[in-house]
């Protein structure tokens, strides 16, 4: 069964409010303050140790609409039919990479 996310998209909100308590991680770093993601329901998703970290984890849900997206062209080219040019090898691999990281995402099996 998958998991099912917060709708996208996602939005880094910047520096965590006082009120959770926290400390910079790093305080002589400004930019690796704990960071709040929040979906488009303005709902906390995420609170993250930095921007880089926090950038990531919105962009995720976008990240995963484009995973599915090439994973149907390629599909449909594996498919073949009229039109369809095959798979080569190194696309075939590729392909099983997308799928994995799309199962992963939905809460399927992570590789160990």
Do not use: C
């Not at 998958?2 to 926290?22: I, R, S």
């Amino acid at each position: 069964m998958a998991n099912k996310h917060t709708p996208g998209p996602w939005e880094l909100v910047g520096p965590a409010a006082l009120e959770w308590g926290l400390e910079p991680t790093r305080p002589q770093e400004t930019d690796f303050h704990f960071q709040e993601v929040h979906g488009s329901d303005g709902d906390l998703v995420a609170l993250a140790a930095g921007v880089a970290n926090a950038t990531l984890i919105a962009a995720a849900p976008k990240m995963l609409e484009e995973l599915k997206y090439i994973e149907q062209g390629w599909a449909a080219r594996e498919r073949g039919g009229p039109g369809f040019s095959p798979l080569n090898p190194w696309e075939t691999e590729r392909l099983s990479f997308v799928r994995a990281a799309i199962n992963r995402s939905e809460g399927g099996e992570h590789d160990s």
